[in-house]
């Protein structure tokens, strides 16, 4: 039975995270869109385009562990704008590219200054909300990057066609800028709230929620420890959530990457129709998203063990993304979006699993668990856009689609055979 809530200032701050995520999507995903245009005028072939994909995740991947050791040190409301500040600075520049090696050198300082981008995300999360919450609180901000993309995809492919890809970069870029001022004037941790009330923070307290640093000097030398990196690596669950990830992000990113050129290009259809039916699988995904988020805390509300509230939707969501496989099998234009939707629904539901990192990390540890973690996930950025360029060279995406969905179902496996206890590591 859980305390009843009081106060409500904590979906203010994740209303805000949630900004930050859809502005953070818009600035990974603006390539995709760009990306026909760009390809032509740039002559790249599918092989240099899938590198250009990938070279964002090479940046962003590589510094996920120093984003979150940045997380566990940087109140979020600093660390925050001046990655939203950087990124999209970075986004800018762009517009200005002359080719392949330019465009590929601002993808990787798009990517590096994201880095801790969701660490802080996590951090936030789990000073602001109690352990029964955490998983819709998850969801709610996750959801930033399906509802912004959905609505925004068309409004992108408007632009482009009228401003074309290089007003494309500026307009992103400048709005990251505006939305960063509006985070660092409306932010605060739970303890520097003017209007959070104490019936709040207790609330949030008891329920598990971590915002009270009492020993400082404790966190920074164990944020360094041989000790607590082993703590980390050596945990049988954390690797099989690791593994999953992967599959889960992989998924992720063909819709962030390939999939508005596999529409052009593969299937023939018309850039700015294509606008429009790419927003439907993001409408998806972001319903499959809410919908695990709040089954899997409602369930644990109802006395479920957290084993089976958090992992079952994940599984059934992982399941069902290999469905992505159908589209190899019509023509049809309905069906083709009618599987990509279904199978980016299932993959939705799978990414509530940053609630793992709130639920079983060290107290200690947080940012930089959620570092390794997003790190592992995010290595399917640098790989899947890359093995997917290689994979239709010859001018046929279906092994593309196979590879995908067979990730998707290794991953509901991970999740079966590896996760299994799902304690607090190191208590």
């Known amino acids: ?14 209303a805000l995270v949630f900004m930050n995520v859809v502005i953070n999507y818009l600035d990974r995903s603006n390539l995709s869109v760009a990306a026909t245009s760009l390809g032509k005028e740039l002559n790249l072939s599918s092989v240099e385009l899938g590198l250009i994909f990938s070279a964002f995740g090479w940046s962003y991947a590589a510094l996920q562990i120093p984003g979150g050791m940045l997380a566990d040190r940087i109140a979020p409301r600093l660390l925050y704008t001046l990655c939203l500040v950087t990124w999209s600075l970075a986004t800018v520049a762009q517009g200005i590219a002359k080719g392949f090696a330019s465009l590929f050198a601002f993808r990787l300082a798009t990517g590096a200054f994201e880095a801790p981008s969701y660490p802080v995300n996590n951090r936030i999360v789990t000073s602001w909300f109690p352990d029964h919450e955490r998983a819709s609180a998850t969801a709610m901000y996750v959801a930033g990057q399906f509802i912004g993309l959905a609505f925004l995809t068309p409004v992108l492919v408007a632009l482009q066609h009228y401003a074309g890809w290089r007003g494309l970069f500026f307009v992103t870029g400048l709005a990251g800028l505006l939305w960063a001022i509006i ?33 400082k000097s404790v966190v920074k030398k164990s944020g360094w420890s041989k000790q607590d990196w082993a703590l980390i690596f050596r945990s049988r669950t954390l690797w099989g959530i690791f593994i999953s990830q992967f599959c889960i992000n992989s998924s992720l990113w063909f819709f962030l990457t390939w999939f508005p050129t596999y ?152 999740y079966i055979f590896i996760v299994k206890n799902l304690d607090r590591i190191g208590e």
């Open 263 to 414: 529409l052009v290009q593969y299937r023939g259809l018309g850039f700015i129709k294509t606008g429009f039916l790419a927003s439907i699988p993001f409408l998806s995904a972001c319903a499959g998203l809410l919908l695990s988020g709040f089954i899997s805390d409602r369930l644990v509300t109802r006395g479920k063990s957290v084993a089976v509230a958090r992992k079952i939707p994940i599984i059934i969501g992982l399941i069902i993304s290999g469905v992505i496989v159908g589209a190899n099998y019509t023509d049809n234009t309905s069906l083709v979006i009618f599987f990509m939707s279904l199978a980016f629904f299932g993959a939705g539901m799978a990414m509530i699993s940053w609630v793992f990192v709130s639920l079983i990390s060290p107290r200690h540890l947080i940012g930089l668990t959620g570092g390794i973690f997003n790190f592992m996930g995010n290595l399917a950025s640098v790989i899947v856009p890359i093995i997917i360029g290689f994979l239709v060279r010859g001018g046929d995406f279906s092994p593309a689609l196979v590879f995908v969905g067979a990730l998707g179902l290794a991953g509901a496996l991970s």
């Open 183 to 215: 985070w660092w004037t409306l932010y605060r941790d739970p303890l520097q709230h003017a209007k959070v009330s104490k019936e709040e923070l207790d609330y949030i307290e008891k329920g598990g929620g971590i915002f009270r640093q009492k020993d």
């Open 1 to 14: 039975m859980h305390v009843k809530s009081s106060g409500r200032i904590r979906y203010y701050m994740i």
